[in-house]
């Protein structure tokens, strides 16, 4: 079945420090694929998404670049601050509008 | 539009206790949705409605599970017969389109 395989934190990294949060899926067809985060005491929200291969999402300095061939959605931000402490999940569009969550990352960014 | 919505924030129930959640959804969403999420692990689907058809279960959804969403508006989700493995937070999602979800902040269920 459809899957999402990511990094495994905690991520420490100092601010201002290059961010990178691998994330690689298994599924059927091309499936939308979406990163989200979860601020420490809030909701899940979504941060950036991409519906198809070689689409690039982008939200608040964060980038993920659909790669088909590698079926890879990487996670990167050139350059972190404390305020993106974090958990940050890699997800895929299923079937049914159902989407499949990977395990979470904790990142940590010290001042 | 006051975001999604869920009730009670926090529940500690005894083992053998019966547990019953609440989402309200965005008003105009007709699509809601049920997950679980468990310590250091990404939310797991649980079961998803259409307006008040409920269109696919998940396999987690044992038989002490239950899910309504009469009128097609807020959902209830039940545990019956509460075992400790149920100690979870239970997300509720809903969307308008595909994978637009908006996410509620969760019922964290606790059971001693």
């Known amino acids: 079945g459809d899957s999402v395989t990511q990094m495994e934190g905690p991520v420490t990294l100092s601010e201002e420090a290059f961010l990178t949060i691998n994330c690689t899926y298994t599924?059927?067809?091309?499936?939308?694929l979406f990163w989200y985060v979860q601020y420490p005491g809030e909701g899940l929200q979504l941060l950036l998404k991409a519906t198809k291969a070689d689409d690039k999402g982008s939200n608040k300095g964060f980038e993920a670049t659909y790669r088909k061939e590698t079926t890879s959605f990487h996670l990167e931000k050139g350059s972190v601050q404390v305020s993106d402490s974090a958990v940050y999940f890699c997800a895929l569009g299923s079937s049914a509008s159902k989407i499949i969550f990977g395990s979470g990352t904790r990142l940590s960014i010290r001042p | 539009d006051t975001g999604v919505s869920q009730d009670p924030r926090h529940k500690i129930t005894k083992r053998g206790q019966n547990v019953t959640f609440r989402c309200d959804p965005i008003?105009?969403?007709?699509?809601l949705y049920w997950y679980r999420q468990t310590l250091g692990q990404g939310p797991e689907f649980l079961t998803y409605f259409q307006n008040e058809a409920q269109l696919e279960k998940s396999r987690l959804l044992s038989d002490r599970f239950s899910a309504e969403r009469p009128k097609g508006s807020f959902s209830t989700l039940e545990i019956q017969r509460t075992e400790q493995g149920d100690s979870a937070m239970y997300l509720c999602?809903?969307?308008?389109?595909?994978?637009?979800?908006?996410f509620g902040s969760g019922t964290r269920l606790t059971v001693v």
């Open positions: 008003s105009e969403h007709n699509r």
């Open positions: 999602a809903s969307s308008l389109e595909d994978y637009g979800y908006t």
């Open positions: 599924a059927t067809g091309y499936p939308s």
